[in-house]
C-alpha cells in the first residue's frame, strides 16, 4: 500500500525535458489583480495530447528509490501512466481511476472519493491535470491575490482556502493554501497546502516547478520538487515532450490480480 500511495502522490506532478531555459531574470513588475488573473488564465496550456518521459526519485525518511515513468494525457479526458516495462499501470479518467501492479498482483478501480483515503487528500481529475501542467487547481479570483505579501517577496502571490464555498466539496478542515505565480510566464512557481489530519495534527504538501521550457509557443515545467511534511520528498526530472501527437492508452487489468480495497468509512 505504501508504493500505492506514493504512486498517486506522483500522479500530481509530471512534463518535459529542457530545451531553453526561460527563467531568465527580469525586473519585478508591480500589476494589479485583474492583470494578473488575465495573465494567468492567458497562460494555461492549449493542446490535444501529451506525451513525456520522466525520471522520478522518491525519499521516504532517507530511504531512496528511482523510478522512470511515462506520461501521456488527453486534454480533459484521460491522464495515462506506466512505469518501466508497464510493471505499475495508471489510468485517470473523468470519474474514475485504474491502477494495477504486476509485482504485488493485485489492482485497484475507484472513484476520486476513495483516493483520500489513501493520501489524505480528495481530488478530482481537473486537480490533477492542471497540477500536471503546473496551473492552479481552481479558479483564482482578484480578492485572492496577497498585494502586501507579493510586494515583500516580490513575487505574485495568491491565498486560496475552503472559505469559498468552490472548495468545500474537498470536505477538508483548516485548509490552507498559497499559489507563488512565476513572473516570466504565470505559470505556478509553487502550490503549497496544509491538511488537517484525524489526530488534529495536519500535513504540508510543497509542490515547486524549478525550471520552465517553451515547446510550441508555451511554457511547461521541467523540473519539480514535492516535499510533504519536510520529510518525504519527490523529485521529477522530465526529459521529453511530444505534443498533439497520435497514441493509445493500453490498460487492461491482467487476470487473477487481487483487488485493493479501500475502506471509505
Known sequence: MNFLKYFFLILIVASCKPLQNTNSVVEFEKLNSKQLVRKVIRAKSNFKTYQAKAKLRLNNNGKNKSYGLNVRIQKNEAIWLSSTA??????????????????EK????SDYENIENIIGLSLTYNML??????????????????????????????????????????????????YKVNINNFKLDLCSFK???????????????????????????????????????????????NLNKKFKLPFKIPKNYKKILIDAK
Open 86 to 103: 508497464g510493471i505499475v499501470r495508471a489510468l485517470l479518467t473523468k470519474d474514475s481511476i485504474y491502477y494495477y501492479n504486476k509485482l
Open 106 to 109: 493485485n489492482y485497484l478501480v
Open 129 to 178: 491535470q492542471n497540477l500536471l501542467l503546473s496551473e492552479p487547481i481552481t479558479d483564482i479570483k482578484n480578492s485572492s491575490f496577497n498585494d502586501k505579501m507579493s510586494a515583500q517577496s516580490l513575487s505574485y502571490i495568491f491565498n486560496w482556502s475552503l472559505t469559498n464555498d468552490e472548495y468545500k466539496k474537498l470536505n477538508i478542515e483548516n485548509f490552507e493554501g498559497i
Open 195 to 241: 491538511v488537517s489530519e484525524n489526530d488534529n495534527s495536519f500535513s504540508l504538501y510543497e509542490i515547486r516547478y524549478l525550471d520552465f521550457i517553451k515547446l510550441k509557443n508555451q511554457n511547461f515545467t521541467s523540473k519539480i520538487k514535492i516535499d510533504i511534511n519536510a520529510i518525504n520528498q519527490i523529485n521529477i526530472e522530465l526529459k521529453s515532450i
